[in-house]
């Protein structure tokens, strides 16, 4: 979005067009107005442009400093509409930086077993939201660390009884119309799992097909958006959502039924199936679903059987992705 607009034409008031139109008709030198008009809208555009500056050298200011976290997000919120493009994305690309950087200081405050035992408390009877929970704490303490959670952009979950904050990429969502077409589409793509985590307890919660649906999509960014900022951040993610993809995860292996004679290790049917239906319905030449292909072919060649060979083939595809 463009935070000034460009001067052209089509966006001067109609008593300049109507008072070019009268000096051109009238044969005179009025023609002055054009430059006069334009050296007005120049002295504007710096003026954005230098309030754009200001705003951003404020935010970097706050965002440089875990103490002034919340505020620098606040900010953003408040005044990405006044600097440019470029700037907008920068800012939310730090604003993400230092986010990732602060979690692990402000997670041990989360840590705490009175912060622990006040949360598992408030959850029993509205989940783990940042939201129910600070309604339902009567625990000063744990209150006041929900709302800096809030506001610094975290949001909570909880795995074998412990809480922790994560990344909230939903939040960053509202900074999509102001900032690069490539992060916006980083941001989509992080939230998706931000709402939706594949993983939960050493167990792939989503479906099959849903987490190859997420794969290839990754590959779609990266091929889109090579140069992309963020594209090394993808380009890893995508190998390890290949590796559950390939491989399954502690509680949910892709390798786990038998055959008749119980001692060979056979592909589930479930994700068989789904990696059957990726490769008939892709439409984007994923070099997961060539990849998929490939796989499908040797398992009919060893009746389903994970053998020696499918594990070697497994670890080349896993290298070619870590390239």
Do not use: C
Request: charged fraction near 25%; hydrophobic fraction near 45%; glycine fraction near 4%.
């Amino acid at each position: 979005m463009k935070i000034w607009k460009k001067t052209t034409l089509s966006n001067w008031p109609k008593s300049v067009f109507l008072g070019l139109a009268l000096t051109l008709t009238a044969g005179t030198a009025q023609a002055a107005i054009t430059p006069d008009g334009a050296s007005a809208a120049a002295q504007k555009s710096a003026v954005s442009a230098a309030e754009g500056s200001a705003v951003y050298k404020k935010f970097e200011h706050y965002v440089s400093k875990p103490a002034s976290l919340a505020t620098a997000r606040n900010y953003l919120i408040n005044h990405i509409r006044e600097v440019s493009k470029s700037e907008a994305t920068v800012m939310t690309l730090h604003l993400e930086n230092a986010q990732k950087a602060h979690l692990a200081a402000f997670s041990e405050k989360i840590y705490a077993e009175r912060i622990q035992q006040a949360l598992d408390k408030a959850y029993q009877d509205n989940g783990y939201s940042i939201e129910g929970l600070m309604h339902a704490t009567t625990d000063k303490a744990a209150k006041a660390l929900l709302i800096e959670a809030r506001d610094k952009g975290y949001k909570l979950e909880a795995s074998e009884g412990l809480y922790y904050p994560v990344m909230h990429y939903q939040g960053f969502k509202q900074f999509r119309s102001y900032i690069n077409k490539d992060i916006a589409a980083y941001i989509d793509l992080m939230a998706v799992d931000s709402n939706s985590p594949i993983m939960f307890d050493a167990a792939i919660v989503v479906s099959w097909d849903e987490l190859i649906k997420r794969a290839i999509a990754m590959e779609v960014f990266l091929k889109q958006y090579p140069k992309s900022n963020r594209a090394t951040a993808v380009k890893q993610l995508f190998a390890m959502t290949q590796a559950a993809v390939l491989y399954g995860a502690n509680n949910t292996p892709a390798y786990d039924a038998y055959s008749e004679s119980g001692d060979k290790i056979s592909i589930d049917p479930e994700v068989r199936a789904a990696y059957e239906s990726a490769v008939e319905t892709d439409k984007t030449d994923s070099t997961l679903a060539a990849r998929l292909e490939k796989l499908l072919a040797l398992l009919d060649e060893t009746d389903n059987v994970f053998t020696a060979e499918v594990e070697q083939l497994l670890e080349h595809f896993m290298q070619e992705a870590n390239k």
